[in-house]
């Protein structure tokens, strides 16, 4: 997917400085040269630029809210084996992924059906 970025500048410094900040964090396949612009103020700068590639699941696996809420498992639960339970920590309310036998456990623990 290519992104189209428009970059309008006072001058030709601004306009690079702005294009490689942006080539920090997107991937640029093409830059136009600095144009004037018909206004007569400032340089304008065309890009093309793509997201880098990611690796969702090591991102998704590298999350600490992603490990399981129960007491002494903290292990990775993925997404379509999760179970939402209400979880109280540090901040407050959330729901936190646990996995079916964990939460099938602490069940059987406390006695809640």
Request: charged share 30%.
């Amino acid at each position: 997917m290519t992104i189209k970025v428009r970059i309008v500048a006072d001058d030709v410094d601004q306009a690079d400085a702005a294009a490689l900040a942006i080539g920090r964090v997107l991937t640029v396949t093409r830059e136009s040269p600095a144009r004037p612009r018909r206004s007569g103020d400032g340089v304008t700068v065309y890009l093309d630029a793509e997201l880098p590639p990611v690796d969702v699941d090591a991102a998704d696996q590298a999350d600490p809210a992603n490990r399981c809420g129960r007491a002494g498992c903290g292990q990775y639960v993925p997404l379509h084996d999760a179970l939402p339970v209400p979880t109280v920590d540090d901040n407050g309310v959330r729901y936190a992924r646990w996995h079916p036998a964990c939460l099938r456990a602490e069940q059987r623990e406390r006695r809640i059906r």
